[in-house]
């Protein structure tokens, strides 16, 4: 049977490790936790982009696009701000998981991670890989970019309130890979910065 010792070490290793695990989940659910690490440097969500550039360097590749905040309402005058959306991709290697930065006006606003990073830019491309659900910066990691690239866009408007709508472009882009004179084409069909569709094509 063991002593009230043994038992009162044995509660108190308990206790340390739940202290720990909160610790860790209050960590990870705080909105201020890191994004990513750059070196020894943290990136954190409302840095400015000349910050997260200081510390991480410059992105292998980057999208821009605008929106519309309208304020208001036709009775009282309409205000329509715009508003700066810039997503940066970041590659570290094929032992650590690619990065996607979304800024909103110069502020990040979001971190995504996505596959693993490639040695070298455009060297891991294969015409039978599966191409859906890429992001575009996943994509031209793997393949570099296409020798054809066609650019259109739709307008969303989301109505958030009476006196508050959200005007957005929905980007949509057709790129076009040449694998070699021995094999067809690849067209990818990209929505919002991710490929939904993939074909072969004749020259």
């Not at 201020?32 to 409302?46: I, K, P, T, Y």
């Amino acid at each position: 049977m063991p002593s009230y010792q043994c038992l009162n070490a044995f509660r108190s290793r308990c206790t340390m490790r739940r202290y720990l695990l909160l610790a860790f989940a209050l960590l990870f659910a705080s909105p201020h936790a890191f994004a990513l690490r750059c070196g020894n440097l943290l990136v954190n969500r409302e840095m400015q982009d000349f910050q997260v550039r200081d510390r991480c360097g410059a992105p292998f590749w980057t999208e821009s696009y605008a929106a519309y905040d309208l304020l208001g309402s036709r009775d009282t005058g309409q205000i329509a701000r715009e508003v700066q959306f810039d997503i940066w991709y970041y590659n570290f290697g094929p032992n650590n998981l690619m990065h996607r930065l979304v800024f909103r006006d110069g502020i990040l606003k979001d971190d995504d991670t996505l596959g693993y990073g490639v040695r070298e830019i455009g060297t891991k491309c294969d015409p039978l890989m599966r191409f859906v659900d890429l992001s575009v910066g996943e994509l031209v990691a793997f393949c570099g970019e296409p020798i054809s690239r066609r650019q259109n866009s739709d307008t969303v408007v989301n109505r958030l309130s009476p006196e508050y709508r959200h005007v957005r472009e929905q980007r949509r882009e057709l790129w076009t890979y040449d694998f070699g004179e021995s094999r067809f084409l690849r067209q990818l069909q990209l929505a919002e910065g991710r490929v939904v569709s993939a074909q072969a094509i004749a020259r």
